[in-house]
């Protein structure tokens, strides 16, 4: 994936003009296409660089594997249950959504469904329109006093959590993620989950849909809530079993329950959606102008950002990507696939285990994105179609390749300000290290030769090792360039060890034959970095 070479993006659903206004200021061409067909998905997203969406339009593995040069998704919205992140991952496609678009919407809409739980107000309001008069069967509760349960304690749970504790709600929460400190701060005391069943007059649910979230209000839950409870979901379908949470209405133990989400959109078993003390709406928690128009702006910028190189927000997969734009780690990145490749080139394999060393306080936490742009480098040229730092990791384990990473805060001088990074084969004797000088990546050492002067590792180079006391290979190779037109940028050697030199020649462009140095050379290769 060549970042910042996005031209083309497709939006396949609906969205706030903004978007495209955005992104076409910021010299993207856009086709708008909401709607489509999967069918006219696959036709359309073959040539498409980006491809942005809301929750309607399926991104699939098949729909991945059509787009032939699609670089990043980008989801308007929070959840990305519609996007095949994994499958995105393996073929190095970015997935970006934009976390805080519709936090407000969303915590808004679950206020407001709290509210019509405690005063019964869409059923109430339903009698009316049927002509009736009910002022004794819509006997509410005021909400004052009472417990609420947030489980899920980001941005949204968050802002449910304040915004009710302003009808003097006490609320409790759990969250995996979340330390009891800060949810303190926002007036949340956190208990385990075992705690908050008994204790809950009503629950809410702002967690992602995982494995462990799923059916997370189930039968053994409801058995240990206290009877009445009131159960609010808009977050994501299937946090709460639709099938427990229908009985434990019909029996009494839930008192009623508000859903703006369904296992199925939309859902083809009604007895949930009939039942008297169930408040539902389709799929509306993002579905403000406001949020809308925030999800469309800020996804568009998120895009734009990302074709003009100026930083990548929202990141789904690949977080070690982000780092690829700040102006103080390209350098390293372009270092640590650098060294990859050499260490791959020397070492003649990709396989095996491979030891990713940062010396130095600067890259104390630079191995979380190094670690992948050295595996980039190892599987670049393999057998694997493209690798990025998106599914470098995963191609890496795929291959046989393990990559483990260690750190020191101490690096050796002159490299102790700027850090050093060393990557190293096990079992073998081949390891290169190399540093940032100004935003240079070069090279210090390779298999146990340090270099007199840092050569630098960018465009075409040539490495060679030779026998230091027959030193024909540099006329040799000087001659060559003179017959190909190939002109010499720079020369770099090592000091002697076991009687060879390693040397490092940048070059105008490659060399189609390395015929005439192999005969005056221990081992000669060619690599474009």
């Known amino acids: 994936m060549a970042l910042g070479k996005l031209q083309k993006v497709l939006i396949s659903d609906s969205l706030d003009p903004c978007c495209r206004e955005i992104l076409q200021a ?9 709607g489509l067909s999967k069918e006219e998905l696959l036709r359309e997203i073959r040539d498409c660089d980006g491809l942005i969406v809301r929750s309607a339009t399926k991104v699939t593995a098949e729909v991945l594997e059509a787009a032939e040069r699609l670089q ?15 499958a995105a991952t393996r073929k190095g496609v970015l997935v970006m959504n934009t976390p805080t678009g519709n936090s407000l919407s969303a915590a808004e809409l679950t206020c407001g469904m709290i509210l019509c739980l405690a005063r019964q107000i869409p059923q109430a309001a339903a009698s009316m329109k049927e002509g009736k008069w009910d002022r004794k069967k819509y006997m509410g509760m005021e909400l004052n006093g009472k417990t609420l349960g947030v489980l899920g304690l980001g941005r949204i ?26 949810s303190a ?23 992602p849909l995982l494995p462990s979230t799923t059916g997370l209000l189930n039968d053994s839950t409801f058995a240990k809530c206290r009877r009445g409870v009131q159960v609010v979901n808009c977050a994501r379908g299937g946090i709460v079993d639709e099938g427990a949470l229908l009985r434990a209405l019909q029996s009494g133990q839930c008192g009623g329950a508000a859903l ?15 039942h008297p003390n169930v408040i539902c709406c389709p799929h509306l928690g ?39 734009f700040a102006p103080q780690t390209k350098p390293w990145i372009t270092l640590a696939r650098a060294l990859g490749t050499v260490l791959r080139t020397v070492g003649k394999q990709a396989q095996g285990s491979v030891q990713v060393c940062t010396l130095g306080t600067p890259l104390q936490e630079a191995g979380s994105y190094l670690t992948p742009a050295v595996a980039a480098g190892m599987l670049a040229g393999g057998a694997q179609k493209e690798v990025t730092l998106v599914n470098a990791l995963l191609l890496a384990q795929e291959a046989g390749l393990k990559v483990a990473t260690t750190h020191s805060d101490v690096a050796p001088e002159p490299d102790s300000s700027t850090g050093l990074l060393q990557v190293a084969l096990q079992g073998t004797p081949h390891r290169a290290t190399g540093t940032v000088q100004g935003s240079t990546p070069v090279l210090r050492e390779l298999n146990g030769a340090t270099f007199k002067q840092p050569a630098p590792l960018a465009g075409p180079i040539l490495i060679y090792r030779a026998k230091a006391s027959e030193p024909s290979a540099l006329p040799a190779l000087t001659g060559l360039l003179g017959k190909v037109g190939v002109q010499l940028q720079s020369y770099h050697s090592s ?17 189609s034959d390395l015929g005439e140095l192999k005969t005056r050379t221990t081992e000669v290769f060619q690599l474009h970095l």
């Open 26 to 34: 910021g010299g993207l061409r856009v086709q708008e296409k909401p």
């Open 260 to 274: 703006d989400v369904f296992t199925q959109e939309p859902p083809k078993d009604r007895d949930l959606v009939n």
């Open 495 to 511: 000091g002697v060890v076991a009687g060879e030199q390693w040397n490092v020649v940048g070059l105008s462009a490659p060399l």
């Open 72 to 86: 990043v998704v980008g989801r308007a919205g929070t959840g990305v249950d519609n996007v095949d992140v994994d």
């Open 286 to 324: 993002a579905s403000t102008r406001e949020a809308q128009s925030r999800c469309g702006k800020e996804i568009a910028m998120q895009i734009v950002d990302m074709a003009t190189g100026k930083g990548l927000a929202g990141i789904v997969n690949g977080q070690a990507l982000s780092k690829a």
């Open 157 to 182: 749970g968050r802002e449910v959590a304040t915004r009710m504790q302003a009808f003097g709600m006490k609320t409790i929460g759990y969250d995996p993620i979340i330390t009891p400190e800060a």
């Open 185 to 207: 701060a926002f007036g949340v005391e956190q208990l385990p989950l075992e705690q908050i069943w008994p204790r809950c007059d009503f629950i809410t649910v702002h967690t």
